[in-house]
């Protein structure tokens, strides 16, 4: 099956410092793709839609200018968190739907933030 | 907001035991699907289920798909201690919009 990469897997970061989320599809190309959060214990919550040549579309609640979103090419996404608090640290997902698959999409194995 | 609930919340269960899992979610749905999380890893897809679907089968695992109650329900079959993990469900809106809505997810421990 399709392949969605993250990088890094886990970053640990001083406050106030910003943190960028690498978000690849191998193998396949994404015009679109998703960014989760997970809390400990928790469930995974869209924070925003990642659009190829567009804007990003962020959920209700989502800061927009903290959580900044680049979707450079068909095939990256990025995440980059801003001025990083300890309430940030969090699980990151992001994942990918096929194209032409309205049903079908691909998970990152997630990035583990911690900001100290 | 998070649309989906499931219960049990939590579920510890023996060896060769099944466990079911249930969902419900609030609004019309195109497709229903399943994932497992092992601990602070990410997402492995289990099954999909379509909205004119009543029942799936993939191996170990049968979901059931009630769009009158707007529910499903996991079951797993002969559970193994390696099946331990968090289940959650997560449903694509029949409005077109891709983005999953997970459900807040069981934590499945199966002891030996």
């Known amino acids: 099956g399709a392949v969605v990469s993250q990088h890094p897997s886990r970053?640990?970061?001083?406050?106030?410092?910003?943190?960028?989320?690498?978000?690849?599809?191998?193998?396949f190309q994404a015009t679109t793709m998703f960014w989760y959060r997970q809390f400990p214990k928790q469930s995974l919550m869209l924070m925003a839609t990642s659009n190829e040549g567009s804007k990003a579309t962020y959920e209700q609640g989502v800061e927009k200018d903290k959580f900044l979103i680049n979707h450079a090419s068909l095939t990256l996404s990025t995440l980059t968190v801003t001025s990083a608090h300890p309430e940030d640290s969090s699980f990151y997902i992001c994942s990918a739907p096929l194209r032409g698959r309205v049903?079908?999409?691909?998970?990152?194995?997630?990035?583990?933030l911690t900001v100290l | 907001s998070q649309q989906g609930e499931e219960d049990p919340q939590a579920l510890s269960i023996q060896e060769g035991e099944n466990a079911t899992m249930n969902c419900s979610y609030k609004t019309s749905i195109n497709n229903l699907q399943w994932y497992r999380q092992n601990s602070g890893r990410g997402l492995v897809h289990l099954i999909l289920?379509?909205?004119?679907?009543?029942?799936?089968?993939?191996?170990?695992?049968?979901?059931?798909?009630?769009?009158?109650?707007?529910?499903?329900?996991?079951?797993?079959?002969?559970?193994?201690?390696?099946?331990?993990?968090?289940?959650?469900?997560?449903?694509?809106?029949?409005?077109?919009?891709?983005?999953?809505?997970?459900?807040?997810?069981?934590?499945?421990?199966v002891q030996p």
């Not at chain 2, 009543?54 to 798909?65: A, F, P, Q, W």
């Not at chain 2, 009630?66 to 193994?80: E, G, P, V, Y």
């Not at chain 2, 968090?86 to 807040?104: I, V």
């Open chain 2, 49 to 109: 289920i379509r909205s004119n679907e009543r029942e799936k089968h993939s191996g170990r695992l049968r979901v059931t798909l009630d769009t009158s109650k707007k529910s499903s329900s996991l079951l797993i079959t002969a559970s193994r201690a390696a099946d331990t993990a968090s289940y959650f469900c997560a449903t694509a809106l029949d409005t077109g919009r891709r983005a999953l809505t997970f459900g807040s997810g069981t934590r499945l421990q």
């Open chain 1, 103 to 112: 049903d079908t999409q691909y998970f990152g194995p997630g990035t583990r």
């Open chain 1, 11 to 27: 970053v640990i970061c001083k406050s106030g410092t910003s943190v960028k989320i690498e978000c690849r599809s191998l193998d």
